[in-house]
T-cell receptor
Framework: AQSVSQHNHHVILSEAASLELGCNYS??????LFWYVQYPGQHLQLLLK??????LVKGIKGFEAEFIKSKFSFNLRKPSVQWSDTAEYFC????????????FGTGTQLKVEL | ETGVTQTPRHLVMGMTNKKSLKCEQH?????MYWYKQSAKKPLELMFV???????ENNSVPSRFSPECPNSSHLFLHLHTLQPEDSALYLC???????????????FGPGTRLTVL
């Protein structure tokens, strides 16, 4: 079965620091990859997604992610975080063989301090 | 954002109660999903209604019963729940193509359920 690992469960950064959140998945075939964000008290929102093409994907609010097939990774990055980026971040994967099923990681709680 | 709405937002129920969660999507999608979000666990897919087919996770207890009367509405009927069922229940929708997986799911705000 497909699995998704997010190794950083809690991250604390100061404003303007750079961010990289790790995401690794287990499926070896074609995958579709997603990052979702959940701000405090709000619903899950799509940050960015990768289906095919350029492995460097740009999303909303200055976030980007890079798909590295050889490493089964889809790490999320932002060059300079803001206090408003404080949220929980979820990586998710689905695959053609998995139908419509999204497999999520356990999430990374990011706290940005002023 | 009001693409996917859920009611109620909060629900407290006893173990002998029967209640229902409601989800409505205004995005014209043809698939809807129920997820369970518990602390320190990955989101767990409970049920999928896609292209008029129901797909379920076999590990979901029978005390959870979904209903999808049309492509815009989804219910989760609850009966004789246990305290460990307390969680955030999320609804999502997407537009799917038969045999494809390139669909993006959009989530509602969730129902925070507490079982006493």
């Amino acid at each position: 079965a497909q699995s998704v690992s997010q190794h950083n469960h809690h991250v604390i950064l100061s404003e303007a620091a750079s961010l990289e959140l790790g995401c690794n998945y287990s499926y070896g075939g074609t995958v579709n990859l997603f990052w979702y964000v959940q701000y405090p008290g709000q619903h899950l929102q799509l940050l960015l997604k990768y289906f095919s093409g350029d492995p460097l994907v740009k999303g909303i609010k200055g976030f980007e992610a890079e798909f590295i097939k050889s490493k089964f990774s889809f790490n999320l990055r932002k060059p300079s975080v803001q206090w408003s980026d404080t949220a929980e971040y979820f990586c998710a994967v689905n695959s053609p063989g998995g139908g419509n099923k999204l497999t999520f990681g356990t999430g990374t709680q990011l706290k940005v301090e002023l | 954002e009001t693409g996917v709405t859920q009611t109620p937002r909060h629900l407290v129920m006893g173990m002998t109660n029967k209640k229902s969660l409601k989800c409505e999507q205004h995005l014209g999608h043809n698939a809807m999903y129920w997820y369970k979000q518990s602390a320190k666990k990955p989101l767990e897919l409970m049920f999928v209604y896609s292209l008029e087919e129901r797909v379920e996770n076999n590990s979901v207890p029978s005390r959870f019963s979904p209903e999808c009367p049309n492509s815009s509405h989804l219910f989760l009927h609850l009966h004789t729940l246990q305290p460990e069922d307390s969680a955030l229940y999320l609804c999502a929708s997407s537009q799917v193509v038969r045999g494809g997986a390139r669909n993006t799911q959009y989530f509602g705000p969730g129902t925070r359920l507490t079982v006493l």
